[in-house]
């Protein structure tokens, strides 16, 4: 019974990780499509070989442009695959624009669709990936949540309870199964690190890094935190080009922080269990710091991840320079290593989705 598993940009490579393995050990067959929405080999190839995922067995080479154009464009590529191959079932993960476009394709093919991470809501209609994760949610057929929160923003859309299914967090199994590996590397000591004597810093979000107003705000607080702990800062593409077009790296008030490529997973893995603290506006990262116990200061003014919130190590403290340093400060000088793990986040959701995807094709 051959399934298609679709994946495009980085966020998504650790959620397919344990679900080749899993669906094939109940003798579902995953063709695996990556759609190329993201093709740097350090956004990419990088993690399907740390990860061990197999090559995937197409890749479309979308790469950049508009969303409206990247969207149309992976929708069309998936069309003639979908039609060659005829999958039983479309498997998507998490909201990229990869995400809603194969779910469309699929939707309008009328072949069943699966989203792993559904649910998530932040309830901010200018985040690109909240649309995403609405219009892919309304268009599946299982829905697999990873927090409780899931069931009721579902609900509230008027998604049949049977369809929902509370399976745990795949991109923990991921991180679960590589920890001990991450820890062996020591990425810390490359950068001349000491465990617990550097915080680690990530920023994407088009809110912040588009905004140069916004992005000043957060690295005059970075700045701030560099006098007192090194501050590492492995760059994603879109934050480097905007901080080079605003000139933001020369100013004497702003810089601070040691700027990195963006790392791979182990090394990214390893650097964030040891930070004395997170800073991030990832959504992906206030999960794995909630796994890890590490404090995370979530750099958004709304998260669709409540659970790392209530339960985990999560503070949303925004983009003003003020807030973000009243947060650090409120951090303990100790900082807990506490966190509570959220239901399910044990390793075995990949199984789950896989047992529950099993039953309901050859039913
Ligand atoms: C995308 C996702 C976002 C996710 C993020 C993780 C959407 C709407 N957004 O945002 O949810 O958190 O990935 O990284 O799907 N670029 C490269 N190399 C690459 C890929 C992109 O240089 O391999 C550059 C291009 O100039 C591109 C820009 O980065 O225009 C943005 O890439 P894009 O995939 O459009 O969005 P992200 O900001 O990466």
């Known amino acids: 019974m051959s399934i298609s598993l679709i994946a495009g940009a980085r966020p998504n490579f650790m959620k397919i990780a344990p679900l080749v393995p899993a669906f094939r050990a109940v003798g579902l067959t995953p063709r695996l499509i990556h759609t190329g929405q993201h093709y740097d080999r350090r956004m990419s190839d990088t993690f399907f070989e740390e990860l061990e995922i197999p090559e995937p067995d197409v890749n479309l080479g979308v790469g950049s442009g508009s969303h409206v154009w990247q969207i149309s464009e992976v929708m069309r590529r998936l069309e003639s695959d979908f039609i060659e191959h005829r999958p039983a079932a479309v498997v998507v993960v998490g909201d990229v624009n990869s995400t809603l476009a194969a779910a469309i394709a699929a939707n309008k093919l009328r072949i069943p669709v699966a989203h792993v991470e559904a649910g998530l809501r932040s309830f901010d209609r200018a ?29 509230r859309e008027g998604v049949a309870e049977s369809r929902i299914h509370l399976v745990g967090n795949v991109m923990i199994d991921t991180l679960l199964r590589h920890l001990e590996r991450a820890r062996g590397q020591r990425a810390w000591l490359q950068f001349g690190l000491e465990p617990r004597q550097y915080v680690v810093l990530t920023l994407h979000r088009p809110s912040n890094v588009d905004d140069p107003r916004r992005l000043e705000s957060i690295l005059r607080a970075v700045h701030e935190v560099s006098r007192q702990w090194p501050v590492i800062f492995p760059l994603h593409p879109r934050t480097k080009s905007q901080i080079e077009q605003h000139g933001l790296a020369q100013r004497s008030d702003l810089n601070g922080y040691q700027q990195i490529e963006p790392q791979g997973y182990h090394a990214m893995l390893g650097l964030m269990e040891a930070a004395r603290f997170v800073l991030t506006d990832s959504g992906g990262i206030q999960e794995e710091t909630t796994a890890l116990g590490v404090p995370c200061l979530t750099l ?19 983009w003003r320079t003020d807030d973000i340093l009243a947060a650090v400060r409120r951090l ?19 199984e789950r989705i896989a047992e529950i995807l099993a039953r309901g094709i050859i039913e």
């Open 127 to 155: 985040m690109p990936e909240e649309n995403n994760r609405i219009m892919t949610d309304a268009i599946s057929d299982w829905l697999f949540i990873s927090e409780p929160s899931g069931r009721e923003n579902l609900a």
């Open 332 to 350: 303990p000088e100790d900082a807990p290593r506490s966190s509570s793990i959220p239901e399910m986040w044990d390793g075995r959701s990949a």
């Open 300 to 318: 958004r003014e709304n998260t669709e991840r409540p659970v790392t919130v209530t339960h985990g190590s999560n503070q949303l403290v925004g």
